[in-house]
């Protein structure tokens, strides 16, 4: 309570001075600095630069006061003509529901007039393990985002009539890098990336190791025809998953997690959330002229910037 | 593959019977609906918000007018309903946060376009800039420095909570119950 009137409170001097200083629309007095700073809005200690992207950095930081270890997220929002871009609106809006302990933790949210800061809890390092056991150890917040991996064939054949199928694609490549370690269709562009997904492959082959069941699934998540392909509903009852409750760590929970972290509301689900979500990225200017390729659907649930993807399904290793 | 799960009446009157449901059916389980009615909670105005408009310490008249200019809008650029119910969703937390002061005509004004603006990026696809969103008869047109202020402000007050639970959240799931628990989408997948 005393926490939100404190907000209330902030908020108000806000509005004061909104209401008193026209001027100070004039000019963005805040942007986000080109060196690394000391201090992110004299909270917290910046101690070193985790990731950086298209969306702006990933700091190392300290609480001043408590003396906790966060990694703060800076989305620099300078160049956008839309105000507050929707993809931090949704991304935010969608960490505030979530709260589970395989998801990394929103802490807070700041904001000044130009970028907002995403204190997030500092993944355990270990996490990077699962995925790149070949290449040895990586921070998941380095790891370079290649969210075209994961992108479903009707939006690499840039189509506009695609729906939430497209995610279940990217679980179907999630799961399928589960397995091999790699991205299963890691490739250098888009047009690599077609070839490899319509290369005749027999993926019973490459997945040797998975369970038949397993296997089955992965082949129905795989499917080209977006029309064919399993819906989240359908998944979730495969037989893969009939023998359930799991050990936490195990491929499956992290797979059933996923795929429940998709359509998180039934009108999410119903209106289309990922459908619609084709906003722009708004610092790239590959997309952000014609809106033509959306972003990578998954990735726009689960958080809207490039380097959240990764986060999230490091996070469901934990 | 296709586990055979078909309760029957009866057993619909046991909510969470069964301790395979969570995974049978994860998005209309009653294990949902009672997550939904749980979040509810952090999308409404605060209590007092009722007595305030009630006891004229919160002006009505501005507020409607604030809703039909909302409506207006959502209907000129082809909103959905649920983009028009979280604009008001929005308007009414916010307004329950704090007071506007009174004296400035406009701020109900710049609130209503902000919350359209938020809940139009939150659901809809093409959401017009700031600018062109503010159309009708308006005395007022912001600039879009002064909405993204404003917008950052709104997202503080409701603490960045704007994906609100609201009755289109829970029409699936009374639509499945009243269907004998045979959703529509389970059996287009088959």
Same mark, same amino acid.
């Given at each position: 309570?005393? +926490?939100?009137?404190? %907000? ?33 809005? =004299?909270?917290? /200690? ?9 969306? =702006? ?10 003396? +906790?270890?966060? $990694?703060?997220?800076?989305? %620099? ?19 505030? /529901? ?11 949210? *700041?904001?000044? +007039? ?9 993944? %355990?390092?270990?996490? =990077? ?16 985002? $290649? ?10 054949? %840039? ?13 179907? #490549? ?11 269709? =890691? ?6 990336? *077609? ?15 998975? /369970? ?10 795989? #499917? ?91 996070? #469901?290793?934990? | ?29 009653? !294990? ?11 999308? @409404?105005?605060?209590?007092?918000? @009722? ?39 929005? @308007? ?6 704090? !007071? ?26 093409? &959401? ?6 503010? &159309?009708?008869?308006? !005395?007022?047109?912001? !600039? ?47």
């Amino acid at each position: 309570m005393t +926490e939100e009137n404190a %907000d209330a409170q902030s908020s108000l001097n806000l509005f004061t001075q909104l209401v008193q200083c026209k001027n100070l629309f004039g000019h963005a007095h805040a942007t986000l600095p080109s060196n690394r700073p000391d201090n992110i809005e =004299g909270i917290y /200690e910046v101690m070193g630069i985790l990731g950086e992207g298209s969306f =702006g950095r990933v700091y190392r930081c300290k609480h001043i006061r408590t003396g +906790e270890i966060v $990694a703060i997220k800076q989305i %620099d929002f300078r160049y956008d003509q839309n105000a507050v871009p929707s993809s931090l609106i949704r991304e935010v809006s969608l960490l505030r /529901e979530l709260n589970h302990d395989n998801i990394v933790r929103l802490l807070n949210v *700041l904001s000044t +007039e130009t970028y907002v800061s995403l204190v997030f809890e500092l993944l %355990d390092q270990d996490l =990077g393990r699962y995925i790149s056991r070949n290449n040895g150890v990586r921070d998941p917040w380095i790891r370079k985002p $290649a969210t075209r991996y994961y992108r479903a064939p009707e939006i690499l054949l %840039d189509s506009s009539q695609y729906s939430t199928g497209v995610d279940l694609w990217s679980v179907g #490549c999630i799961f399928g890098e589960m397995v091999t370690g790699e991205p299963i269709f =890691g490739t250098k562009n888009s047009f690599d990336e *077609l070839d490899a997904i319509f290369s005749p492959t027999d993926l019973s082959y490459i997945f040797a190791d998975l /369970e038949p069941q397993g296997l089955h699934l992965l082949k129905m998540l795989l #499917c080209l025809d977006p029309k064919r392909r399993v819906s989240v509903e359908g998944a979730l009852k495969h037989a893969y998953f009939n023998d359930l409750p799991d050990h936490p760590r195990s491929r499956r929970y992290r797979l059933i997690l996923l795929l429940k972290s998709l359509p998180v509301h039934n009108h999410l689900r119903t209106k289309g959330f990922i459908l619609k979500a084709n906003f722009q990225d708004h610092n790239d200017p590959a997309t952000s002229s014609n809106g033509r390729v959306p972003a990578d659907s998954l990735e726009n649930v689960i958080s809207c910037t490039p380097n959240s993807l990764p986060v999230l399904y490091l996070a #469901c290793s934990k | 593959w296709y586990p055979s799960y078909r309760r029957n009446l009866n057993e619909t009157q046991h909510f969470g019977a069964d301790p395979n449901e969570f995974f049978l059916l994860p998005l209309q389980s009653d !294990e949902c609906l009672n997550l939904m009615v749980e979040k509810e909670c952090h999308h @409404l105005p605060r209590e007092d918000y @009722l007595n305030r408009v009630k006891n004229g310490k919160l002006d009505f008249g501005d507020r409607k007018e604030a809703i039909d200019w909302i409506q207006k809008a959502g209907l000129h650029f082809g909103f959905g309903p649920l983009c028009e119910y979280l604009s008001i969703n929005y @308007l009414d937390r916010f307004l329950s946060a704090y !007071e506007l002061p009174k004296d400035r005509a406009w701020t109900m004004q710049l609130l209503a376009v902000t919350c359209l603006s938020l809940a139009a990026k939150f659901d809809e696809t093409k &959401v017009p800039t700031p600018l062109d969103l503010q &159309v009708g008869e308006s !005395e007022f047109v912001f !600039e879009a420095k002064i909405i993204q202020r404003m917008e950052l402000m709104v997202l503080n007050t409701l603490k960045w909570r704007m994906q609100s639970i609201t009755p289109f959240s829970f029409i699936d799931y009374f639509l499945c119950k009243v269907n004998d628990d045979q959703s529509q989408i389970r059996s287009s997948i088959l």
